[in-house]
């Protein structure tokens, strides 16, 4: 049974490597940015900025054009999106507690000093009109109680 299950691999496994597209792919270019996150047991690990540019690809002779191009970047040392200090904060709260937006803005402000108002408002807005945080009436904490307030969601949530 242990054969199937993978049990003792745990102690096999020590170093891990998670990746992600940080933007979406550009197939007419064969362009691809990665988010590659490696990681050990000891403690080791890094947050990479993987870019990989193929060139166009010719579908009649199955072949890119030009020489493939990559190149590797430490993440960390690059400020975080604004997106990513938005995501980020909302992944922070509970169904039963959700912050309003002008909540969200300030707190990006507080992440990352560099933030401009005005830049936080255009990106939340934008996340909200491509769908990918949702606004609705919901519970807000005010003082010791809750009031009903246009809140924000990572994700759409189920109605019941």
């Not at 496994?13 to 590659?36: I, N």
Request: aromatic fraction near 6%.
């Amino acid at each position: 049974m242990s054969s199937i299950t993978w049990a003792g691999g745990r102690e096999w496994s020590g170093a891990w490597c998670l990746m992600k597209h940080a933007r979406p792919p550009d197939l007419a270019q064969q362009q691809f940015s990665l988010e590659v996150v490696v990681g050990s047991r000891e403690g080791n690990g890094a947050n990479l900025q993987l870019e990989i540019n193929l060139g166009p690809l010719d579908p009649e002779t199955m072949r890119h054009a030009g020489v493939p191009t990559w190149s590797v970047t430490d993440a960390a040392a690059r400020p975080p999106a604004i997106e990513d200090l938005v995501s980020s904060y909302l992944w922070t709260f509970q169904d039963d507690d959700r912050p309003t937006k002008s909540d969200v803005i300030k707190a990006v402000m507080n992440m990352s000093k560099k933030v401009k108002r005005a830049d936080a408002m255009a990106t939340v807005n934008v996340m909200i009109t491509e769908g990918r945080i949702s606004q609705r009436k919901g519970p807000h904490r005010e003082g010791e109680g809750f009031k009903t307030r246009d809140v924000l969601y990572l994700r759409g949530p189920v109605d019941a």
